[in-house]
């Protein structure tokens, strides 16, 4: 598929680098690191650390325990980058959601047209905002108690933490669970569950660079809906302002979409072709 | 203006990494603690960094750097023979499991309660147990309190070398008291014996109206203390019930210690 290699290269990129530099750190800790390779905790290099910890931060000029400074710039970073394009972080940098693409072409290649069709239309409507009821939980309990209760049970930390010791087993158990449901399910942490996800959706609203189709030269063979990773009907759609969408430009002319020019990441609004 | 894969990626790493590195020239990358406390800021500790304040992450290097301990008493205190320097205080929840399997905590916070009383800071632990060695560093090193021996006589376990197993805990129940300066000594308590008895049973703050460490602000009203009252010592009010009342002093800036003492003057009256 033309053009899709970018995406996998870049994905492909930070998944080793935030292993690296996360599993260095450990080992530092231990007095066995390398001195070549950065070396971090992996809350220091998670964004969504930066959104935690805005209300202590704001109200009492502290970070929430395991914060830094770090997390804030990655924030402000991620931030800006999503009002340009939304919520590309998720589809292009974070970790965890390339971890489930990557084992997700384990259950399509077993499961094949079956796959991720398992949940009903209407219950996976409804399941979608239970991430929004995940985010409130988290800034609340956060907020309230000063430290870091989404810790427990965050699986991408257990994903890069599992063999040091430092994990708790709940959040083990909901990797596992996620793995599971990977295998039937496209990325159902970042549809369900993930709590940052559901922060830079709100930013699809918005974004400058939108996701437009062209209905004049669409063929309508839907195939931007079948490569689609969250799933989101963009056949039906002029403007994608869905905020499940992750920006990962495979339903566009220039990756999967056959008709030319037909769906465009762009910073207009929809052009209605001469 | 159509945005092509290729250039996104290019523009993602660019932002990412650049702005990594924008920051960092800008000093605003920090990834990591500080290793230093915080300090009080009331009372005649007022400007002293605060041991209630070491983290987990603090290495012996950065508690001697900080509160000026010889290394060699941190190591010597909790039995760490190699890397001193670089052992991390919550690398001691590992090395002390087996003590932590029978109900005695050994941790980040034994740290917390030796710096005090090594130093004579004021600092209310949660329940706290010491390993025989570091009490014997206390006692040789430091000037304890009758009521600072009689908490570390509670709250000491005999700990053989870490990879051998736990001694058997002696059935002596002794009530755990808070653990006050030198400069705040009471009755003194009955002469014991100074070998380590640490408690057979845990009583829960609820069972003898104590306010410490792990005290939630439920607790407080279930006894009898009025939410005014509360909010009148805190200077300001509280909502979550269930969050402990040093961690609320904590993330407000205010000191525990006082607190607890008007509180505990508050449900005593009672």
């Given amino acids: 598929m033309k053009n899709k290699k970018y995406r996998s290269i870049v994905q492909g990129f930070f998944f080793i680098l935030i292993a690296l530099i996360s599993t260095n750190h450990v080992l530092v800790e231990k007095g066995l690191g390398l001195s070549f390779i950065p070396s971090a905790s992996l809350h220091a290099l998670c964004p969504f650390g930066g959104v935690v910890t805005a209300y202590n931060l704001v109200t009492a000029g502290i970070y929430v325990q395991k914060i830094h400074q770090s997390a804030v710039v990655l924030l402000a970073i991620v931030l800006f980058l999503s009002i340009l394009f939304g919520a590309v972080f998720c589809g292009w940098i974070c970790p965890f959601g390339s971890f489930q693409e990557w084992l997700g072409r384990l259950g399509k290649a077993i499961l094949k047209k079956k796959y991720n069709h398992f949940i009903p239309e209407k219950l996976d409507q409804y399941l979608r905002y239970l991430r929004y009821l995940v985010l409130i939980w988290v800034i609340y309990v956060t907020a309230v108690s000063g430290k870091l209760i989404f810790n427990t049970y965050d699986p991408y930390h257990a994903l890069f933490t599992f063999w040091s010791g430092e994990v708790a087993a709940e959040a083990i158990v909901i990797l596992f669970a996620t793995m599971l449901l990977t295998l039937f399910v496209e990325r159902p942490w970042c549809k369900y569950a993930c709590p940052y996800g559901a922060f830079l959706g709100i930013t699809n609203l918005f974004r400058i660079f939108k996701i437009n189709r062209q209905e004049k030269s669409c063929i309508s063979c839907k195939r931007c809906d079948r490569e689609c990773p969250m799933s989101i009907s963009i056949s039906d759609t002029k403007t994608v302002k869905s905020s499940q969408c992750i920006s990962c430009l495979n339903c566009t002319s220039e990756v999967s979409c056959p008709a030319a020019d037909t769906v465009r990441f762009e910073a207009t609004k929809r052009r209605e072709q001469a | ?270």
């Fill in chain 2, 1 to 270: 203006m159509k945005m092509k894969p290729a250039a996104l990626s290019a523009i993602l790493i660019a932002f990412l990494l650049g702005g990594i590195l924008f920051s960092d020239m800008l000093g605003l990358w920090i990834t990591e603690s500080s290793k230093e406390p915080a300090k009080y800021t009331s009372g005649q500790n007022a400007g002293q960094y605060n041991p209630a304040d070491i983290r987990g992450s603090y290495s012996f290097s950065d508690i001697s750097n900080t509160f000026k301990i010889p290394l060699e008493n941190l190591g010597t205190a909790f039995g760490v023979t190699d890397n001193v320097a670089a052992f991390q205080c919550k690398e001691l929840e590992s090395v002390y499991s087996d003590t932590a399997a029978a109900g005695y905590e050994i941790g980040t916070d034994s740290v917390r309660v030796f710096v005090a009383m090594y130093l004579d800071l004021p600092y209310q632990p949660e329940d706290t147990y010491l390993p025989a060695s570091a009490v014997e560093v206390l006692k040789n090193k430091a000037e304890l309190s009758t009521e600072q021996l009689a908490y570390l006589e509670s709250h000491t376990y005999p700990i053989p070398a870490p990879s051998a197993a736990p001694a058997e805990p002696p059935v002596q129940a002794v009530q755990p008291d808070p653990l006050p300066t030198q400069a705040a000594q009471s009755e003194p308590p009955p002469a014991q014996d100074i070998q380590p008895t640490p408690t057979a049973e845990h009583t829960t703050a609820s069972d003898d109206k104590q306010v410490k460490g792990k005290t939630t602000f439920n607790e407080l009203l279930e006894w009898g203390v009025s939410r005014e009252a509360i909010e009148g010592v805190l200077g300001k009010p509280f909502s979550t019930t269930a969050m402990t009342v040093r961690d609320f002093c904590s993330n407000e800036g205010i000191e525990f210690s006082d607190v607890k003492a008007q509180l505990q003057a508050i449900i005593d009256k009672q």
